[in-house]
């Protein structure tokens, strides 16, 4: 079992940055791939960002060139570097981590293990 622990979510101003990060205990995420995905109020989650095992990333439309996904796994932490927020990007923020070898990346069902979530506002 895999669990994980966002952190760094809160309050920014519409161009501001934030940073999240994800501590996972319990299985070294060496060969998971790492995700992030969001869920706004009354809307569906999306996915926002996934980093793989040997560090292919992929982003939502919605977010690149604006976020950015890492992974440490020395540390067994994932981080998610967001820059230029938009009221847009207001959401609760999961990670999420996967044994994803052939399926794909970016299908929310295809992740085992997940984060209770952190609040994003952008607001001024």
């Excluded at 790492?34 to 980093?51: H, L, S, Y």
């Amino acid at each position: 079992q895999v669990h994980l622990v966002e952190s760094g979510g809160g309050l920014a101003q519409p161009g501001g940055s934030l940073s999240l990060s994800c501590a996972a205990s319990g299985r070294p995420i060496t060969n998971y791939a790492m995700a992030w995905f969001r869920q706004a109020a009354g809307k569906e989650r999306e996915f926002v960002a996934t980093i793989r095992s040997g560090g292919a990333t992929y982003y939502g439309d919605s977010v690149k060139g604006r976020f950015t996904i890492s992974r440490d796994n020395t540390k067994n932490t994932i981080n998610l570097q967001m820059n230029s927020l938009k009221p847009e990007d207001t959401a609760t923020y999961y990670c999420a981590a996967g044994l994803i070898p052939l399926g794909s990346v970016f299908s929310s069902t295809n992740y085992d293990w997940w984060g209770q979530g952190t609040q994003v506002t952008v607001s001024s």
